[in-house]
């Protein structure tokens, strides 16, 4: 398929899915509520075990009937399900509600849903207010379950006192600016833009080294034995001949303005400064390796990292080298760094087998404190345990002991099954270090207003319910830049975090946020 066609097959496709959210958004006409005195509705959440083991719920949902202003109270098990929902809006037109509250948990995951129900449903959506009696109540009282059953009536009564001096409050529409920013060009950057240039959207990618790939161009060979470079020079080739990708190396970002869905960005290129409008944001700045300067590694040659060893496995192997010795965690779970980066296992049984690949005879030892080659990854375990790799677990506390022999060394760890103490005559160390978050993941995080957390990679808003979203809405991320993964992991996150992002792009118009601060 050419350009052209795919092109206009792009335009096609988004002209339906814009149909078809115009659809979905036609609601009914607002019913006007000027003349009426408020009546409330409060519907009380179980929420399961969550809020029911805690706080009495039937009490709550009692007590909200005595409250001046509230003309219909009920209790459900779970509000949020679909089937509360539409018993809220028919209580809404059944009971002639002007007002909403719903005792549940949070409002930050929450308020938009039923927000949305009260618009469906014919009444301002801004006419709704929520109590959180699942983390003001219940989980922080989880131990006096009679003051949270007090508490969780008192802020019922305050959430019906407040929904009652509410007033309407109506939106404003603003046009969407359909371009997309990228920020980073490895694996998971060119995958996402890829995947919105191929909808029609105009994309804008900068990455700020002098070259695409990211820490894929590093990654020699996967598990499964495919080769990752052949993945990385067709993603290139693609982002290069897109019409739709303007592509911006040895560049970063000096300076943003504006407001979701109408950015415009300040871009630091090679030849000065560039700027650039777009509606939404892809942070895919990626990580780093990770440096270290235990166990003698940069002292003694016989000492490297996962990745420097996949370098020798790819080209021309470990030489003589029969005693291979192999430290997990190096650096990391620690006081300093206290997170797993979940690839080190994975590199240590690849290049473990690899090793035996090359070499069946070889002796490979594995000293680890835990072991994560987690989902299908784990047959890979079995099956290096299987060519004879020998896995030594050690603890924190009583770390493996790394000497130098002239040209060789003697690795000394405590062997906790046997209780005995191992030496292990070594021809060649190799650490796993990990990764760490990208340089200059700070300012951007700075730049974009975005959070970090405590490891310093970015925050996504929540991790079941907007797991690629950040919590400011038009700003997404994937890849490493969220946290330490794989590479179909990445790719995966890269497109959804594209999808989500055509949900923003494909639409008319943004309506505005209509409560403000006064």
Known sequence: MDASAAAANASNFLSAVRGSMSKIKEYPEERDISQEDPRVGVFVCNCGINIGSVVRVPEVAEYAKTIPGVVYTEEFLFSCSQDSIEKIKASINEHKLNRVVVASCTPRTHAPLFMSSLKEAGINQYLFEQANIREHSSWVHRDNPDAATEKAKDLVKMAVAKVKLLKPVYTSFMDINRQA???????????????????????????????????????????????????VDKLIADVNSNPNIELYLESTIKDVAGYLGNYKTTLAVPSGDKKIEHGVVIVATGAEPAETKEFLYGRHGAVLTQRELEQKLAGPGVGNANNIVMIQCVGSRNEERPYCSRICCYNAVKNALKIKEQNPGANVFILYRDIRTYGFYETYYAEA????????????????????????????VKDPILNKTLELDTDLLVLSTGIIPAQGTDALSQTFKVSLNADGYFLEAHMKLRPVDFAADGLYLCGLAHSPKLIEESIAQANAAAVRAVTMLSKDKLESLGNVAW
């Open 385 to 412: 345990r299987k060519q004879g790799v020998v896995f030594v677990r050690y603890t924190l506390e009583d770390q493996p002991v790394v000497e130098a022999k002239g040209d060789k060394l003697k690795v000394t």
């Open 181 to 231: 920013l990228v920020i980073g060009g490895g694996i998971a950057g060119m995958t996402n833009a890829l995947n919105l240039a191929g909808q029609g959207f105009k994309v804008y990618l900068v990455e700020r080294t002098g070259k695409l790939g990211g820490q894929a161009l590093d990654v020699k060979y996967t598990m499964k034995g495919n080769n990752p470079s052949e993945l």
